[in-house]
């Protein structure tokens, strides 16, 4: 029985066996399809149990470039990291076949089926916690996720743990020596400034995407929704500022944005008016945005205070401006002033560490409370100790698998 779909080299058909030296699996949904590959919802014959797997192309050099990464991230906890589990890779049928825990929805699907209804304060909290703590985790092992986004979070059983959350797909991450300059990163509206004005990396670009997360989570939608890189980089000049010349000047795309003022006796740059950018590029700028923010703390104000008591009230207001802080700290234009994955954990949003003397006050912060340190391990660990990755594994090897680099295009 062929396994794949003859009209598309990543499709797999329901119904069919993958064949592993460990077990085999029967593929019984396909649960989403992109460049890189298909993931399929498989039972494991040889113990039932339902796992994710992705299917790539076994000369891909993407997916020998991504089990490079899972394999240097593979002796971490991944509970206690916020991380997708890895449990081995093999061939079947040419293909590369990673396998991964089974979890639940996408945060992309959590809220398109809110409909648009932003979350709480409390849930954005626990959410942020958590990505701080894989991101934390991930830049101590020196690795660029490079696609954090809606998609690539999922929650891990929303019905009985709310708001667990994991990182997955490290199809375009790789090591931090690896980053290549000019490399085609980054879903656009989470894209950082240094990857649209085309300047060196490093991890921090996924902080930036943190803070597009956390802020779409706030609004129910993305803050700066461009369509293409010039009306985003409009969008955060609007909202932030303009990135400072030191980073324009060095920008290898710089010149289509902006252009130097020589009107000035020092060398400046002027964002390109819409007019400007369409007969340079033929691109014509659209305005996609649902809320012109003039700044981020415009984001103070949007959004109605409904505590039952006048405690709660204070409690929520104190809430929403140390979140702005925070996603100010997040969405700063310069790399270097970005705030750190361990600075967001220690954060007083984050940690609540300001509202204990409301505790008895509110019955706000006590909700956000219980759920900020539930009494599972997996919670109890978020602020715990950052695991160093090394050589040893506890995990099943991998079978019949290619040798793989860290490198990628």
């Known amino acids: 029985m062929s396994n794949l779909s003859p009209s598309h080299r990543n499709s797999v058909v329901v119904g069919a066996l993958l064949r592993s030296s460990y077990s085999e699996y029967l593929v019984?949904?396909?649960?989403?399809?992109?460049?890189?590959?298909?993931?399929?919802?498989?039972?494991?014959?040889?113990?039932?149990?339902?796992?994710?797997?992705k299917m790539m192309k076994n000369q891909d050099?993407?997916?020998?470039?991504?089990?490079?990464?899972?394999?240097?991230?593979?002796?971490?906890?991944?509970?206690?990291?916020?991380?997708?589990?890895?449990?081995?890779?093999?061939?079947?049928?040419?293909?590369?076949?990673l396998e991964f825990e089974h979890l639940d929805k996408s945060l992309c699907d959590l809220m398109e089926g809110r409909n648009g209804q932003p979350l709480h304060i409390k849930e954005i909290r626990l959410i942020v916690q958590q990505l701080a703590n894989a991101l934390a985790h991930l830049k101590t092992a020196r690795i660029i996720h490079a696609d954090l986004k809606l998609e690539n979070i999922m929650l891990v059983n929303h019905a009985q743990e709310p708001y667990r959350v994991k990182v997955i797909d490290f199809g375009l991450a790789g090591d931090v020596s690896a980053a290549k300059l000019g490399s085609y990163?980054?879903?656009?509206?989470?894209?950082?400034?240094?990857?649209?004005?085309?300047?060196?990396?490093?991890?921090?670009i996924d902080m930036w995407s943190l803070g597009i997360i956390a802020a779409t989570l706030y609004l129910g939608?993305?803050?700066?929704?461009?369509?293409?890189?010039?009306?985003?980089?409009?969008?955060?000049?609007?909202?932030?500022?303009q990135p400072p010349n030191t980073m324009l000047t060095l920008g290898s795309k710089t010149g289509l944005y902006f252009q130097q003022d020589h009107d000035s006796t020092n060398s400046t740059w002027k964002l390109k008016a819409p007019e400007q950018f369409w007969k340079e590029s033929g691109i014509q700028s659209q305005e996609t945005r649902a809320l012109k923010l003039r700044s981020l703390y415009d984001l103070v104000h949007i959004r109605a205070i409904d505590g039952e008591t006048m405690a709660d009230r204070a409690a929520e207001s104190c809430d929403i401006l140390d979140f702005v802080?925070?996603?100010?700290?997040?969405?700063?234009?310069?790399?270097?002033?970005?705030?750190?994955?361990?600075?967001?954990?220690?954060?007083?949003?984050?940690?609540?560490?300001?509202?204990?003397?409301?505790?008895?006050?509110?019955?706000?912060?006590?909700?956000?409370?219980?759920?900020?340190n539930p009494t599972t391990d997996s919670r109890k660990a978020v602020c715990g100790s950052l695991q160093q990755p090394s050589s040893a594994t506890t995990?099943?090897?991998?079978?019949?698998?290619?040798?793989?680099?860290?490198?990628?295009?």
């Not at 939608?221 to 500022?241: H, K, L, T, W």
């Not at 995990?395 to 295009?409: D, G, W």
């Open 185 to 204: 990163l980054q879903s656009r509206p989470y894209r950082a400034p240094e990857m649209i004005l085309g300047l060196p990396f490093t991890e921090v």
């Open 28 to 53: 019984e949904s396909v649960l989403g399809q992109g460049t890189f590959g298909t993931v399929a919802k498989c039972r494991r014959i040889a113990d039932r149990k339902t796992v994710a797997i």
């Open 61 to 97: 050099r993407q997916a020998k470039a991504e089990v490079a990464v899972l394999s240097k991230l593979r002796c971490l906890d991944s509970d206690k990291c916020n991380l997708v589990r890895w449990y081995r890779s093999f061939i079947s049928n040419d293909h590369i076949c």
């Open 395 to 409: 995990h099943p090897i991998q079978q019949n698998l290619p040798s793989a680099s860290a490198e990628r295009s």
């Open 325 to 372: 802080d925070l996603l100010d700290g997040m969405l700063q234009l310069e790399a270097a002033k970005r705030i750190t994955p361990r600075q967001v954990l220690k954060h007083r949003f984050t940690s609540m560490c300001n509202m204990g003397w409301m505790h008895h006050l509110s019955s706000d912060v006590r909700s956000c409370s219980e759920l900020l």
């Open 221 to 241: 939608f993305f803050p700066f929704p461009g369509s293409n890189d010039y009306d985003m980089m409009r969008y955060i000049v609007e909202a932030i500022g």
